[in-house]
């Protein structure tokens, strides 16, 4: 496909008798943010690791920004940026320096690397002196120059692994607006969160589940998808023990339930015995037709359907 920043055909990684990517294919395009969900454990870093170049699959090909997963590392390196799970930045190097070495590291010029710099500290509006030590900045702060030092060598396609896992609600909508903004300007951003608030802005996601692909579509299409019954939400009006709920979870004509502290979000099937257990409920629950959220389309996708 021409238009792919990222295609992966039978893609396969195994360690051992372990398959920890089990064939997967599919295809980010030029200038999308790519949202790739899972479990812990499900296959999203591995998949990363091979499509910076880290790792070669056991099976399966691919490409990233043109070029073949077999072309080697250091022609998929230059055209990738990757900013990994765990914090890549020098704590006790100042955030100049950190830049600066990454720059000789990826051996860009240095009138280039200066000139790359200051326009990725503008777009991150980084107001602080280049001389602070990584280790004085907040945490949301040292994610937003981790992401500058990703993107320095001006990369086609950005892998960001949970890049926001432990900073603030504010840190991570700054840094959202900031991957929006680098797929406005072009940029391809594959990028893993736990987060649904975040992968609802994504254009697409793949949600994986022990190393497969279960659905890929857009956060709109995925809940149509899969939830295909109408859903609605119970609320208690009286305490009631989990253990009372067995029978609901465990009726026919409900084919998804999932507690919500005391708010429960049931599927009904569209069956007779569906809207008969409907009015039934209505008797001892407030019940409200509601659309579903990814994080229904998380539980029921990748945490396994219910029923
Ligand atoms: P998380 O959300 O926790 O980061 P993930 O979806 O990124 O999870 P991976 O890190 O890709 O998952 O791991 C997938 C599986 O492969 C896990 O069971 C992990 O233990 C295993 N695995 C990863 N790297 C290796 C390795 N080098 N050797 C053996 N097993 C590995």
Request: net charge neutral; hydrophobic share 45%; aromatic share 8%.
């Amino acid at each position: 496909m021409k238009d792919s920043a990222v295609e992966v055909q039978n893609l396969s990684v195994r360690f051992g008798d372990f398959t920890a990517v089990d064939s997967i294919s599919f295809a980010v395009r030029r200038g999308e943010v790519f949202g790739f969900l899972g479990a812990n454990g499900a296959g999203k870093t591995t998949t990363i690791r091979v499509l910076c170049g880290l790792l070669r699959p056991s099976a399966g090909y691919g490409s990233v920004a043109g070029v073949a997963l077999d072309a080697g590392e250091m022609a998929i390196k230059a055209r990738v940026g990757y900013m990994s799970q765990k914090f890549t930045l020098y704590d006790d190097l100042t955030v100049e320096e950190n830049l600066s070495f990454i720059a000789g590291l990826r051996k860009l010029d240095p009138a280039v690397y200066a000139k790359r710099r200051d326009s990725i500290l503008a777009f991150i509006t980084f107001q602080r002196p280049l001389n602070a030590l990584i280790r004085d900045l907040p945490g949301g702060i040292k994610q937003q120059v981790a992401l500058a030092a990703s993107i320095l060598h001006d990369p086609e396609v950005v892998f960001l692994d949970e890049p926001t896992a432990g900073v603030t609600p504010a840190a991570r909508s700054r840094f959202w607006a900031l991957i929006r903004d680098l797929a406005r300007q072009g940029k391809t951003i594959f990028v893993t969160t736990h987060y649904m608030d975040e992968a609802e802005q994504c254009d697409r996601i793949a949600l994986m589940r022990a190393g497969q692909i279960v659905a890929l579509d857009t956060p709109a299409r995925l809940k149509a998808e899969v939830f295909p019954e109408q859903l609605f939400e119970l609320e208690a009006v009286s305490p009631v023990h989990y253990g009372d709920m067995d029978g609901l979870r465990d009726h026919p004509d409900v084919a998804f339930f999932e507690p919500y502290g005391m708010r429960f979000h049931v599927a009904l099937r569209k069956t007779v015995g569906g809207e008969n257990l409907r009015r039934e409920l209505a008797s001892r629950f407030r019940v409200q037709a509601i659309s579903p959220t990814l994080e229904d389309v998380f539980i029921r996708t990748v945490e396994g359907e219910r029923r």
